[in-house]
């Protein structure tokens, strides 16, 4: 065992050396003892890009987003010409699902290297998120070659050409989906999800009903099932699906919230807390079922729950506007006025933010086509 005057006076290790240990630690995946050499390195003043970089990764596989953008940001800084910084800036973003902001660094990986495939996937993939159809068939009909196999790929491609009715090119690309997947519940559900989009309710209802005709309840089929029914104006039997999605997928809230929703839409408010308080026991931390079950509790006149609902909603989620509002008008009804006015301008000051980096992103992309 060393002493502490050992230790004081050990010299310190050559930042050349700790900057491959990061690396080799990262190439292997144990991003702690990465994360650890490469903010000695900092810490030693080594301010380059490639350790921001290398940082940056490693925030983005362990999944901490914020830190990512930080750390590729002062990358992009230091050497604003590597397009593997913009490639990991813009991954970063898609995740955070700011698919506005990650489009213009794929846009400069693609003016660098026209054939970077992951970079096109991505990019389409935000125009197809952002419903731009027409942008998203743009970037997926050149790599159509290397992605002729992949499912999600042809079916992001196949709604891409039916919203823009390409109705031919839309039916080729569905049939090799088909090809592609075989007659599998996962590529019926595929389909399924994809007329519905498309507004194409009787053969949405034909590959939904196929895919939850599986022998193994396949996740996410009787969720799009009830999607389709709820559309169709059958909601008892939307109803019926979303409560068979609550006991397949026990950990997802979608199915508990439209659930919810339909059983307020038809009065049935127990109906809707005996959905809900479960839920939130399995899932503590989802604002959208704090917030749905609020709505609920507001509805019984039971305002006090409902206001200790949606303070957990704004302290998971404190820039969501709409939490502000619902909390407002329940301390309106409570008769706190001073309260509820405060929470309702907050609610609309978050949205004038919103609304403001909409119209600067529109600005910026303005720009980026001059």
């Given amino acids: 065992m060393l002493s502490g005057s050992m230790l004081i006076g050990r010299p310190a290790q050559d930042p050349k050396e700790l900057f491959e240990q990061g690396q080799h630690e990262l190439g292997a995946a144990n991003y702690a003892g990465a994360e650890r050499d490469f903010t000695e390195l900092l810490n030693l003043g080594v301010n380059t890009a490639p350790v921001y970089t290398n940082l940056g990764v490693i925030y983005l596989r362990t999944g901490r987003l914020d830190q990512a953008v930080a750390a590729l940001r002062k990358a992009k800084e230091l050497a604003p010409g590597m397009t593997g910084i913009d490639l990991n800036l813009g991954l970063a973003y898609y995740r955070q699902r700011e698919f506005q902001k990650a489009v213009p660094f794929f846009a400069t990986v693609l003016t660098a290297d026209p054939a970077n495939t992951q970079a096109h996937y991505l990019k389409g993939m935000c125009h197809f998120m952002m419903d731009q159809f027409e942008a998203a068939a743009v970037e997926f009909a050149l790599i159509r070659e290397q992605e002729r196999s992949d499912l999600e790929y042809l079916y992001m491609l196949g709604i891409s050409y039916g919203k823009m009715k390409r109705s031919e090119d839309a039916q080729k690309t569905f049939a090799d989906l088909m090809t592609a997947g075989g007659d599998t519940p996962h590529l019926h559900l595929l389909l399924g999800k994809a007329y519905v989009a498309l507004e194409d309710y009787t053969h949405a209802e034909t590959e939904l009903e196929k895919a939850v005709s599986s022998a193994s309840p396949l996740p996410y089929a009787h969720y799009y099932l009830g999607v389709l029914y709820e559309k169709l104006g059958k909601f008892d039997a939307a109803a019926a699906q979303f409560a068979l999605e609550t006991s397949i997928s026990p950990n997802d809230h979608w199915a508990y919230e439209d659930l919810a929703r339909i059983k307020l839409d038809q009065g049935d408010i127990d109906g809707a807390i005996a959905a809900l308080e479960p839920a939130i026991q399995r899932i503590p931390d989802s604002a959208t079922l704090l917030s749905a079950l609020a709505k609920a509790y507001m509805q019984n006149s039971a305002y006090d729950p409902a206001i200790r609902l949606l303070r957990r909603a704004i302290a998971l989620e404190p820039g969501n506007g709409n939490y502000h509002y619902q909390l407002g008008r329940a ?5 706190k006025a001073p309260e509820g006015k405060a929470e309702i301008a907050k609610a609309r000051e ?18 980026l086509t001059h």
């Fill in 331 to 335: 301390y309106l009804q409570q008769g």
């Fill in 350 to 367: 978050l949205q004038a933010k919103v609304l403001n980096g909409q119209m600067e992103l529109l600005s910026r992309d303005s720009e």
